[in-house]
């Protein structure tokens, strides 16, 4: 799996705001930073198919709850722990069995049935309400938010799973829950500023991901038929 030049400068691009976005804040918080780029960089491994993408998205998982634990985001954090990063590892594993040609590093794309869209509704639905009690119980600032936060997230990471192009736009929502997370969280301390233009430029990587897998879902319907 090669990037082309429009993956590469989409990188630095991405990677140039979020150096920018941390300095201009007056103080380089290396959690945050080094969480950022990571995951910008999992986006676009992901948006190629890759299973990297997914190896890059545990990592991103990890950092990302050290930043949100020191907020108080428990919601953040049991999210990104306990089911962004499990289902990643799940989905990488169901990415390395379902290539879309053998011996090449690109996920053969998933168009899901009735039965299966049905599912991620009745598991979205039980996830909100396990992890929404347990936020609540917490007292999670922010919790309606935060309770959204959860069921965009649980969507993505089953569309993942099940390799939908959907789930970009199932992240992209996300991207926006938590711009305004970061937001109220940065009226409360500026130095979570620079979250804001991360989760902006995730957005942008995100629909990108989109982009790119309706575009490969074509070529892969071509080279089976």
Do not use: C
Not at 52 to 63: C, D, E, K, P, R
Not at 182 to 210: Q, R
Request: hydrophobic letters at 50%; a positive charge; proline letters at 2%.
């Amino acid at each position: 799996m090669k990037l082309n030049k429009r993956d590469i400068l989409l990188w630095a691009v991405s990677a140039a705001v979020v150096l920018i976005s941390n300095i201009a804040g007056g103080s380089v918080d290396f959690v945050n930073l080094s969480a950022t780029l990571i995951g910008a960089t999992s986006l676009i491994f992901l948006a190629k198919g890759s299973v990297t993408g997914q190896v890059l998205m545990v990592i991103f998982s990890i950092l990302y709850a050290v930043a949100s634990l020191r907020y108080r985001y428990w919601g953040e954090m049991i999210t990104y722990l306990g089911m962004t990063l499990p289902m990643a590892v799940f989905a990488g594993i169901s990415w390395i069995k379902h290539p879309a040609q053998k011996g090449v590093d690109e996920v053969k794309i998933h168009r899901l049935t009735h039965r299966e869209t049905v599912w991620m509704f009745i598991t979205t639905g039980i996830a909100t309400l396990g992890f929404g009690l347990l936020l609540i119980a917490l007292d999670t600032p922010n919790i309606v938010f935060s309770i959204i936060s959860i069921t965009t997230s649980f969507l993505a990471g089953y569309l993942t799973f099940m390799r939908s192009p959907a789930y970009a736009l199932a992240y992209a929502s996300n991207d926006v829950v938590l711009i305004v997370l970061w937001v109220l969280a940065t009226i409360t301390d500026k130095a979570n500023a620079p979250l804001i233009a991360n989760f902006v430029i995730f957005l942008v990587n995100d629909l990108y991901g989109y982009y790119s897998w309706k575009q490969r879902e074509h070529k892969q319907k071509d080279f089976s038929s």
